[in-house]
């Protein structure tokens, strides 16, 4: 099974719906994070969060919000979503410490279409 | 500034041959972290290989090996002996630690294709 998953994996919706992009992990860390991937642009992170207390804007955060209901699951919603958030979201976790590297690990990613 | 730049959006490389993808970044901390990652067309990111700031020598994983030269502020990867498979687009990021957290930089990324 995998260690971080995300769902749905694909959504197409209309401008001006709420989408709501879940991520759950099982790896035991307390960080997490919501980037957004546009062709030549790399990632771009939207939030991040220390622990279940403490979350944070990350360089493109407007109109994104997002929840952590608890260490494991941290949820990214669109309040209204419009064509330009079209994009591949991928949440990330690392540990405080203890792994070697303190590398991120990935989920699968969301595919979004706005229309 | 840009944190981390990737100057080569596409790049082609013959089976069986070396290739070096370019990595420069930019940080004024002492301590940091510098990492490859592999997105396949099936979209998942895949950790590469990984260089502390205070490594003296250069990360090798297999086929992957990064080049690093510090003051250069340069973090090269360079897979040798291509193969079809390594056909993805492949990110160079960079770790700094701010106020207790790790905190991500990522380049734009460049896309490998391999030919037969």
């Known amino acids: 099974d995998a260690d971080v998953t995300q769902t749905p994996r694909n959504r197409i919706t209309k401008t001006g719906k709420r989408i709501m992009l879940e991520c759950s992990q099982t790896?035991?860390?307390?960080?997490m994070y919501w980037y957004r991937q546009d062709p030549g642009l790399g990632l771009r992170l939207i939030y991040y969060s220390f622990d279940v207390k403490d979350i944070n804007k990350g360089e493109i955060s407007d109109g994104y919000s997002v929840s952590r209901q608890a260490q494991a699951k941290f949820s990214l919603s669109l309040e209204s979503a419009i064509p330009n958030q079209t994009a591949l979201y991928f949440c990330?976790?690392?540990?405080?410490?203890?792994?070697?590297?303190?590398?991120?690990?990935f989920g699968p990613g969301t595919r979004l279409t706005v229309l | 500034a840009q944190k981390i730049t990737q100057t080569q959006p596409g790049m082609f490389v013959q089976e069986k041959e070396a290739v070096t993808l370019d990595c420069t970044y930019d940080?004024?901390?002492?301590?940091?972290?510098l990492f490859w990652y592999k997105q396949p067309s099936s979209g998942e990111m895949i950790f590469l290989i990984y260089?502390?700031?205070?490594?003296?020598q250069n990360a090798t994983e297999g086929r992957y090996s990064l080049n690093f030269q510090k003051a250069r502020k340069s973090a090269n990867l360079v897979i040798s002996a291509s193969q079809l498979g390594d056909s993805a687009m492949y990110f160079c990021a960079m770790r700094e630690v701010k106020y207790n957290f790790n905190k991500f930089y990522f380049g734009s990324g460049t896309k490998l294709n391999v030919k037969p």
């Open positions: 260089q502390g700031s205070y490594d003296e």
């Open positions: 940080t004024s901390d002492q301590s940091y972290g």
């Open positions: 990330a976790t690392s540990a405080r410490s203890g792994t070697t590297y303190n590398e991120q690990f």
């Open positions: 790896k035991g860390h307390d960080r």
